[in-house]
């Protein structure tokens, strides 16, 4: 497809409000007559395209004449669940960097255990010596 062709469907499918089903089926009407148009402009620029169909935006409005009340009102609830888990993971994704940093800012404690010996250094030597069965 030729370039301005190309842009043209690119905004033409992006200003499109329906499902993926309901957009393969209005871009596949875009493009037979598109395909009529080209048999008798194949080198179209991007204002011939808009002189002969409108504006992508004004394209879309009449494409969208097509799609059912239902097909629409099923992408809007879409569009606001794929919005609201969006938010609910980056809230999560906040949280759970807040919780990192909260921890690695945590004081580290060291404890150390001390044996405290009572008696004499010979004394505990012996009895050292009696328990490993030293002779020396």
Same mark, same amino acid.
């Given at each position: 497809? &030729?370039?301005?062709?190309? #842009?043209?469907?690119?905004r033409? /499918? ?14 596949g ?6 395909? +009529?148009y ?6 179209p !620029?991007?204002?011939?395209?808009c ?5 992508? #935006? ?6 969208? !004449?097509?799609?059912?009340?239902? /097909? ?5 609830? !879409?569009?606001?669940?794929?919005? +609201?888990?969006?938010? =609910?993971?980056?809230?999560?994704? =906040?949280?759970?960097?807040a919780?990192? &940093? ?7 404690? &060291?404890q ?9 250094? !010979? /004394?505990s ?12």
């Amino acid at each position: 497809m &030729i370039q301005a062709v190309k #842009k043209y469907r690119k905004r033409l /499918e992006k200003r499109l409000c329906c499902g993926h089903e309901a957009r393969k089926r209005l871009l596949g009407q875009f493009d037979r007559t598109l395909q +009529v148009y080209l048999e008798d402009y194949p080198d179209p !620029n991007m204002d011939d395209l808009c002189s002969a169909f409108g504006s992508s #935006k004004q394209m879309a409005q009449e494409l969208m !004449n097509d799609v059912s009340a239902e /097909e629409y009102a099923k992408w809007r609830r !879409n569009c606001r669940l794929r919005r +609201v888990f969006s938010c =609910l993971a980056a809230v999560v994704l =906040l949280l759970v960097c807040a919780g990192i &940093i909260f921890y690695m800012k945590q004081p580290v404690v &060291i404890q150390e255990q001390e044996t405290v010996v009572i008696g004499s250094e !010979n /004394e505990s030597l012996d009895h050292f010596k009696e328990r490993t069965g030293d002779q020396s």
